[in-house]
């Protein structure tokens, strides 16, 4: 059974850090996503990397927020500096077969539980 797996989030004072991790089990994945999704908001793009170790980010994280994966490949994380309010979300991790870190949610095939990030002011 393929299942993404995340842990990590929880409470932080703004400009503080959390880390977030993503292990798949079951296969590895070639790109892995990272998307939030904030109360009366839709799901929006955070930063994706693929195989390669390429790197995409949203324009609202670029600088803050890094994405990365060790020599096995699994897990992912994602490394959460200068943390603003509007960052609070739940947090999802997303896993896909193809090359490209694509930042279109309908791009990926499987789906980690989500993790809530609450930052507060």
């Known amino acids: 059974q393929v299942q993404l797996v995340q842990s990590g989030g929880g409470l932080v004072q703004a400009g503080g850090s959390l880390r977030l991790s993503c292990a798949a089990s079951?296969?590895?994945?070639?790109?892995y996503g990272w998307f939030r999704q904030a109360p009366g908001k839709e799901r929006e793009f955070v930063g994706a990397?693929?195989?390669?170790?390429?790197?995409t980010y949203a324009d609202s994280v670029k600088g803050r927020f890094t994405i990365s994966r060790d020599n096995a490949k699994n897990p992912v994380y994602l490394q959460m500096n200068y943390l603003k309010p509007e960052d609070t979300a739940v947090y999802f991790c997303?896993?896909?077969?193809?090359?490209?870190?694509?930042?279109?949610?309908?791009?990926?095939?499987?789906w980690g539980q989500g993790t809530q990030v609450t930052v507060s002011s």
């Open positions: 997303a896993a896909r077969m193809g090359l490209a870190p694509s930042g279109q949610h309908n791009d990926y095939d499987y």
């Open positions: 079951g296969r590895l994945f070639r790109t």
């Open positions: 990397i693929s195989w390669s170790g390429d790197r």
